[in-house]
């Protein structure tokens, strides 16, 4: 890309000088301010081929850890080289030779280790495969991307990672400094700021704010500062009262269907039996 000064992502914003190789993970929301005429390329990865990859190399994972930058010299041999590997995958995605599946995933793999090491290279780490925990939490974020909308409880995912629970939050705070349960939080609210970033309901701020207040004051979400902004969470002590009043109150509706449904069953055998 050319020309780039600013990407902004959730925690704040990373400023560069173009020429500049930019990696943003999944589920970063994001946003860039760039000139008219810059230019570049653009390389998105599903992320089923990401985990596929982690698996055979370990390393592609510090790739993908946070939002980063690595800025070239101009006309300098680590651009020159890696706009080469680019290039050679666009033109493979581009026709359909022999050898076409096995050709991109040649090239992909040389343009992601290139990237690999030139990041690594700028935030001067050394190259060690990630220890036992965070293999522990690396699987804990694919098994929360996979399953936060069915609200399992942190045992469960502990028994799908094959370790206690205890050893899940020790991972979790050594390695992401948050427990568990937290990182799981975090995803629900990412997927709701995407939903509602993504719906067109004309819903303003202090439309929002009014009714974060309300729900607040109910006992069913808690909120704490972050610098400028404010985080909110749902706390499960309130949803757990609305179950238990949901509960009870259809308990009681089907207990009184039920008396009533009786009772005309009643009526209409007492009808039959008056007929001649």
């Not at 990373?14 to 929301?29: D, E, G, M």
């Not at 946003?31 to 990865?45: K, N, R």
């Not at 629970?165 to 799981?184: F, G, I, M, T, Y």
């Not at 509960?247 to 209409?268: E, I, P």
């Amino acid at each position: 890309m050319s020309r780039l000064d600013q990407m902004l992502v959730e925690r704040g914003r990373i400023a560069y000088r173009a020429p500049v190789l930019l990696a943003i993970p999944a589920r970063t929301i994001h946003a860039f301010h760039w000139a008219p005429e810059s230019a570049g390329w653009v390389l998105t990865l599903s992320d089923t081929y990401l985990d596929d990859m982690f698996a055979r190399e370990a390393g592609f994972r510090a790739l993908f850890e946070e939002p980063d930058r690595f800025e070239f010299a101009e006309g300098g041999a680590e651009m020159a080289l890696f706009e080469f590997e680019l290039g050679r995958l666009a033109r493979e995605l581009n026709w359909t030779a022999p050898g076409h599946a096995a050709a991109v995933e040649a090239h992909l793999q040389a343009v992601l280790v290139e990237a690999m090491r030139l990041m690594q290279s700028a935030r001067g780490r050394s190259q060690v495969a990630p220890g036992p925990h965070a293999e522990i939490v690396a699987r804990f974020r694919v098994a929360v991307e996979q399953q936060f909308r069915r609200n399992l409880p942190l045992d469960a995912y502990a028994q799908m990672l094959g370790v206690s629970p205890s050893r899940l939050r020790a991972a979790c705070l050594k390695v992401a400094e948050q427990p568990p349960a937290r990182l799981v939080q975090e995803r629900r609210l990412l997927e709701a700021r995407r939903m509602l970033l993504a719906s067109d309901l004309p819903v303003s701020r202090p439309a929002v704010s009014q009714h974060l207040r309300v729900l607040k004051e109910a006992g069913l979400v808690s909120d704490r500062a972050d610098g400028t902004r404010r985080i909110y969470q749902v706390q499960p002590q309130g949803v757990q009262a609305i179950h238990t009043y949901l509960d009870q109150m259809w308990g009681q509706a089907l207990a009184s269907f039920q008396a009533a449904a009786v009772r005309a069953a009643a009526a209409t055998d007492d009808e039959r039996q008056k007929q001649p």
